[in-house]
């Protein structure tokens, strides 16, 4: 592996590690929502603010994107997201 690539996955593992940052990813497998959605099912573990932080670095790396609908912004995974989503599900199931 070259150290470029490694240094793209260090900066992956990194962009997760967080179980506030995972729960928002987890929340977008099923389906597109909005940042107080996403804010409620953090709940209490991060602000409305902080969870918009998360989501603009998401979209920053294109695991993420947005779409405007009516007053609302919705956040959706990309291709890329869905892919990041699945291994860290395949990580879950291998860990005990």
Same mark, same amino acid.
């Given at each position: 592996?070259?150290?470029?690539?490694?240094?793209?996955?260090?900066?992956? +593992?990194?962009?997760?590690?967080?179980?506030?940052? !995972?729960?928002? !990813?987890?929340?977008? #497998? #099923?389906? =597109?929502? =909005?940042? /107080?959605?996403?804010?409620? &099912? @953090? *709940?209490?573990?991060?602000?409305?603010?902080?969870?918009?932080?998360?989501?603009?670095? +998401? *979209?920053?790396?294109?695991?993420?994107?947005?779409?405007?609908?009516?007053?609302? &912004? !919705?956040?959706?995974?990309?291709?890329?997201?869905? *892919? %990041? @989503?699945?291994?860290? /599900?395949?990580?879950?199931? @291998? %860990?005990?």
């Amino acid at each position: 592996m070259t150290e470029k690539k490694l240094e793209t996955l260090a900066e992956t +593992f990194n962009l997760l590690a967080s179980e506030v940052k !995972l729960k928002i !990813l987890l929340a977008l #497998d #099923d389906g =597109s929502k =909005s940042v /107080k959605e996403l804010t409620e &099912i @953090v *709940r209490g573990r991060a602000s409305q603010s902080s969870v918009s932080q998360h989501l603009k670095l +998401f *979209r920053w790396k294109r695991i993420v994107k947005s779409e405007r609908r009516g007053s609302y &912004i !919705l956040y959706s995974l990309t291709g890329e997201g869905k *892919r %990041i @989503v699945s291994i860290v /599900k395949e990580i879950a199931g @291998v %860990i005990k």
